[in-house]
């Protein structure tokens, strides 16, 4: 069974870090593209950063850019979201997805095939 596992959520306070993995389980993620997404209460999904199967092309939406870092590490078939001078803003759970073909466009939620379950961020003072 192929399953996606986030973990490393939790209450920071603004300013603070987090990192945050998604562990593969029933699958390799070496072929995959990986995305983490994330979703505050009444808000759509919005693509947070991604990372292509080799590792070497990222992407990053513009407000989490300079302050989170993708990466992946296949030989522990983990990706992991740093996530670092937190803000109140980023409160949303977070999600890491994983789609096997390659992608123009990693940000926009819809081309995943597979998705976790979720990790809760909540920063606050």
């Known amino acids: 069974q192929l399953q996606l596992v986030e973990s490393g959520g939790g209450l920071v306070q603004p300013g603070g870090t987090l990192r945050l993995s998604c562990a593969a389980s029933g699958f390799t993620l070496d072929d995959y593209v990986i995305g983490w997404f994330r979703q505050a209460p009444g808000k759509e999904r919005e693509g947070v950063s991604c990372?292509?199967?080799?590792?070497?092309?990222?992407m990053y939406a513009d407000s989490v850019t300079g302050r989170f870092t993708i990466s992946r590490d296949n030989a522990k078939n983990t990706v992991y979201l740093q996530m670092n001078s937190l803000k109140p803003e980023d409160s949303a759970f977070y999600y890491c997805?994983?789609?096997?073909?390659?992608?123009?466009?990693?940000?926009?939620?819809?081309?995943?095939?597979?998705w976790g379950q979720g990790t809760q961020v909540a920063v606050s003072s």
């Open positions: 990372i292509s199967d080799s590792g070497r092309v990222t």
């Open positions: 997805a994983a789609v096997r073909r390659r992608l123009s466009m990693c940000l926009p939620p819809d081309p995943y095939d597979y």
